[in-house]
């Protein structure tokens, strides 16, 4: 019965690259969320995904920043041209119906040189 | 704006004594919280939650406790134990357009449990 799943655990990126990090939500969960912590900080929302929608991406920021979940295959939080400021951990979370208790993955942290 | 506060970056305990961590709220729609327990390098691990019309919900050694009217609520560990060592976040869910899936943490309270 395995957990929330993320790929990579740790992504190394230069400055101008992209970024793809993984989100496997547990089985029988269709909610996923995604969360960043930067250093000394809690998370904070970026954004919540059902398949094929995207339900509420307030806490996303406006530019280089997207998320999907398709039909089939995980979802993907996608940061395009990235920058130092990136730098942080990425937390993927699923839940059944949203308003239960989120689940949370390993975290992919990411480091932009 | 921080509307989830843990004001104690740390709290140091002696095993087998209570650990009690505290977070503070200014968001009155709030009207579920969680606490959550992470390891380095590791993702957050679900512990415990209570609804608003709740004022305590207790699992085994756990017990968190909620003052709606001090917009207060706080973790109590007893026995506590080498292996609780950890960070504690405290979030919640509510607030306004109903959007109670987006949880707001508080920047966590660093518990260590001495031998």
């Known amino acids: 019965n395995a957990g929330v799943m993320q790929n990579p655990r740790h992504l190394v990126r230069r400055r101008g690259q992209e970024a793809r990090l993984r989100c496997s939500p547990m089985?029988?969960?269709?909610?996923v969320y995604w969360y960043r912590q930067l250093p000394e900080e809690g998370l904070k929302f970026m954004v919540y995904l059902q398949k094929e929608n995207i339900i509420d991406e307030s806490g996303m920021p406006k530019e280089r920043f997207s998320a999907e979940f398709p039909k089939e295959g995980p979802s993907i939080l996608r940061i395009q041209q990235v920058v130092r400021g990136d730098s942080a951990a990425y937390f993927c979370?699923?839940?059944?119906?949203?308003?239960?208790?989120?689940?949370f993955g390993p975290g992919t942290r990411l480091l932009v040189l | 704006d921080q509307q989830v506060k843990q004001n104690s970056p740390s709290l140091s305990v002696q095993e087998g004594r209570i650990s009690i961590l505290n977070c503070d709220y200014t968001?009155?729609?709030?009207?579920?919280f969680l606490w959550y327990k992470k390891y380095p390098a590791e993702g957050p691990t679900f512990l415990i939650s209570?609804?608003?019309?709740?004022d305590k919900n207790e699992d085994g050694r756990f017990t968190v406790f909620l003052n709606k009217s001090a917009k207060h609520l706080s973790l109590h560990i007893v026995p506590s134990q080498p292996g609780d060592s950890a960070v504690y976040f405290c979030?919640?869910?509510?607030?306004?357009?109903?959007?109670?899936?987006?949880?707001?943490f508080g920047k966590g309270t660093l518990l260590t449990v001495n031998p």
């Open positions: 968001n009155s729609m709030f009207d579920y």
């Open positions: 209570i609804s608003s019309i709740k």
């Open positions: 979030a919640a869910s509510g607030g306004s357009g109903g959007s109670n899936y987006k949880l707001t």
């Open positions: 979370a699923s839940s059944p119906p949203p308003s239960g208790t989120q689940y």
């Open positions: 089985k029988g969960h269709s909610h």
